[in-house]
Nanobody, 125 residues
Framework: QSQLVESGGGLVQPGGSLRLSCTTSAFQLDYYGIGWFRQAPGKEREGVSYMHRGGGVTTYADSVKGRFTIFRDSAKITMYLQMNDLTPDDTAVYYC??????????????????WGQGTRVTVSS
């Protein structure tokens, strides 16, 4: 069983919004950098957004900048990815992951050791 659990995916029309959640009871979320990745059919897994441990730094892929927001609740139990103005290109399975390596880029999946099972997002009319 995965130590990270995502939820919030679903079917949404273009221009719509979804909020994904990522939670764990296995470790303190704010002790680690947490990333959101996605993988569309036939494509490689790509980094979408990232929050550094402690929460002071966030970053986004160019393709989602201005539309997606990563944030964490005040209890530091759940990480969220607010996704607005969705397009069909955002269709993918979305994963959250725990970062353990800092000698590579934030969007390199090999820097992350614990992954959730994924939640599917489908943007279609």
């Amino acid at each position: 069983q995965s130590q990270l659990v995502e939820s919030g995916g679903g079917l949404v029309q273009p221009g719509g919004s979804l909020r994904l959640s990522c939670t764990t009871s296995a470790f303190q979320l704010d002790y680690y950098g947490i990333g959101w990745f996605r993988q569309a059919p036939g494509k490689e897994r790509e980094g979408v957004s990232y929050m550094h441990r402690g929460g002071g730094v966030t970053t986004y892929a160019d393709s989602v900048k201005g539309r997606f927001t990563i944030f964490r609740d005040s209890a530091k139990i759940t990480m969220y990815l607010q996704m607005n103005d969705l397009t069909p290109d955002d269709t993918a399975v979305y994963y959250c992951a725990r970062r353990v390596s800092y000698d590579r880029n934030w969007n390199d999946p090999s820097a992350f050791d614990v992954w959730g099972q994924g939640t599917r997002v489908t943007v279609s009319s």
